[in-house]
């Protein structure tokens, strides 16, 4: 017999499938030569990107969820019940089950653009928490969009894993701004922001010693031999993560370990001995750098969470 499933509402705002034929070309083609972290997540990298949350160097999963769970009553006090809930990258809805129970909201709207993966996380979301109203929508939030479906209540986004860090702070403040627009007046923002620490913590925490980081980075590669005919030789590559001091961040780099050519696409491009692939940014905020950027888009910090050693910080931000 089929087991009634409680329907969740879907909506399919179409997001513009990526062109990583003209992306790599263009990036690689450019000086210095850059990629799109946003390829990294196939479902090889998707899977190595969970294997990373696990690791003791990578603070940063483990410390978030810990500050949901110690201080969820309290965020769900201020928040206030029936609240419609929506999520910004709702990817396996893992986070969100913390706070459910506590928050109490009248709907849960998870956005993603990864289709068949937000439809069956929303569909296992809604048979475990079976009175929640859950819809999801299928949608790239980096680009302008709009809700498309009419719900009554307060908005409250949820963007955590510092996630945002992956845009610079000029494109970050775009999108805090387009949250902004999302929630409308007296709507909330609960995000979770990496903060600046002990450069070698910092470093570690993308350099791991098992090389889960460094298979990470080098998937990439992978996938453009698989998906562009490339004939990338990870091995000639190495993986490094340093912390840029005046930027703020954590680069992700693939140093090519000799002078080589690789042939993508039947066009060739030329790396010299040293040469790197820049492949990620991850910004890293002070209190006050974050508090600036979100005052600056519009919200007001309500409350802000850390943990004791001041790794991780979980913001609470009104409009
Ligand atoms: C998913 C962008 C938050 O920057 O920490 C982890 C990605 N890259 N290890 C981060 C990542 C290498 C992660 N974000």
Redesign the pocket.
């Known amino acids: 017999a089929v087991l009634p499933r409680p329907a969740i509402e879907f909506y399919d705002l179409y997001p513009p499938k990526d062109d990583i034929r003209a992306d790599v070309i263009t990036a690689l083609s450019s000086t210095p030569k850059s990629l799109s972290?946003k390829y990294?997540y196939d479902q090889n990298g998707s899977q190595l990107?969970d294997q990373?949350c696990e690791l003791p160097e990578?603070y940063?999963t483990r410390t978030e969820i810990g500050l949901l769970q110690e201080f969820g009553d309290e965020i769900a006090a201020l928040i206030g019940e029936r609240a419609i809930l929506l999520e910004l990258g709702s990817g396996s809805s893992t986070k969100i089950r913390t706070l459910l129970n506590a928050l109490k909201p009248k709907a849960y709207v998870a956005m993603d653009i990864s289709k068949a993966h937000l439809i069956n996380a929303a569909t296992v979301l809604a048979e475990d928490f079976d009175w929640l109203d859950v819809h999801a929508v299928c949608v790239d939030f980096s680009a302008p969009w709009q809700l498309p479906m009419e719900i009554e209540g307060k908005r409250t986004a949820f963007f955590p894993?510092?996630?945002i860090?992956?845009f610079t702070p000029a494109e970050a403040s775009c999108l805090l701004k387009q949250i902004r627009q999302l929630v409308g007046q007296g709507g909330e923002l609960l995000i979770g922001i990496?903060l600046i620490k002990d450069t070698a913590v910092l470093e570690s925490?993308?350099n791991d010693p098992q090389g889960i980081?460094a298979a990470?980075?080098k998937n990439l590669l992978i996938r453009l031999n698989r998906e562009l005919d490339a004939n990338f030789n990870p091995d000639k590559f190495r993986h490094a993560?340093i912390w840029n001091e005046a930027e703020s961040r954590?680069e992700?780099h693939l140093f090519s370990k000799e002078d080589q050519v690789v042939v993508i696409d039947g066009e060739l491009f030329r790396f010299e001995k040293g040469e790197s692939i820049h492949t990620?940014n991850?910004y890293k905020y002070s209190l006050p750098g974050f508090a600036e950027l979100a005052s600056e888009a519009g919200f007001q910090s309500v409350k802000v969470w850390q943990d004791r050693d001041k790794l991780f910080s979980v913001h609470l931000l009104r409009c």
Do not use: K, L, Q, R
């Open positions: 972290p990294f990107f990373i990578y940063v894993g510092s996630s860090g992956n990496d925490a993308y980081t990470f980075n993560s954590i992700m990620e991850s």
